[in-house]
């Protein structure tokens, strides 16, 4: 059974540019959760879906949104990006998202932002 | 507001000793506690978990012990094994919260042979 698979695996891009990152959650898993981890912070969380719905919201700017499609696969975006956006972001994938359910990360996407 | 807390960035143990990691947390509406362990270039991987309605729960070589008068948890690993080094992360949810989970910063813990 395939893993949480997260493309690009890196990413450099310019201040001020977007980014899409993208996220196919294990197989039967409709709720995928997105964070971002930085040096010092830890990982935050952004935002989940389950069944194309954004159920729970971090708190990040604006600039940080996501969507999930039909066959629970999930991008986000930045827009404008900025130098502190640079990070390693990771989905996790659970099977039904309720609340104990303990989610099964992907390795991740490194985004460096110059 | 760092609401789960790992104040200790790193440890280092000794093979077959004990190793013991801290979180503390601050938020009292948190119910369910759980630790990821994290090697390089990979993603984190669920270790083991803990409802505030327990006070143990153990998994093999895995304890981890809640003390919630005190807003505390730890992570008991015996004996430590070199390929237990990695970073562990300690995360707390609320019931309703869904996916919804608040990591400390980790722990690097190295084993050494």
């Known amino acids: 059974k395939a893993g949480v698979t997260q493309t690009p695996r890196y990413l450099i891009k310019t201040r001020g540019q977007q980014v899409t990152l993208s996220c196919s959650p294990i197989?039967?898993?409709?709720?995928v959760s997105w964070y971002q981890q930085t040096p010092g912070q830890g990982l935050q969380f952004l935002f989940e879906y389950f069944s194309e719905t954004q159920r729970n919201k971090g708190n990040f700017p604006g600039r940080f949104s996501g969507r999930q499609f039909s066959n629970s696969r999930s991008e986000m975006n930045v827009s404008t990006l900025e130098l502190g956006d640079s990070a390693l972001y990771l989905c996790?994938?659970?099977?039904?998202?309720?609340?104990?359910?303990?989610?099964?990360f992907g390795q991740g996407t490194r985004l460096t932002v110059v | 507001d760092q609401q789960v807390k790992q104040n200790s960035p790193s440890l280092s143990v000794q093979e077959g000793r004990i190793s013991i990691l801290n979180c503390d947390y601050t938020n009292s509406m948190f119910d369910y506690f759980l630790w990821y362990k994290k090697y390089p270039a990979e993603g984190p991987t669920f270790l083991i978990s803990i409802s505030s309605i327990k006070d143990k729960n153990e998994d093999g070589r895995f304890t981890v012990f809640l003390n919630k008068s005190a807003k505390h948890l730890s992570l008991h690993i015996v004996p430590s094994q070199p390929g237990d080094s990695a970073v562990y992360f300690c995360a707390a949810t609320i019931s309703g919260g869904y996916q919804k989970v608040t990591f400390g910063t980790g722990t690097k813990l190295q084993v050494i042979p």
């Open positions: 197989s039967g898993h409709r709720s």
């Open positions: 996790a994938s659970s099977q039904s998202g309720q609340e104990h359910t303990e989610a099964f």
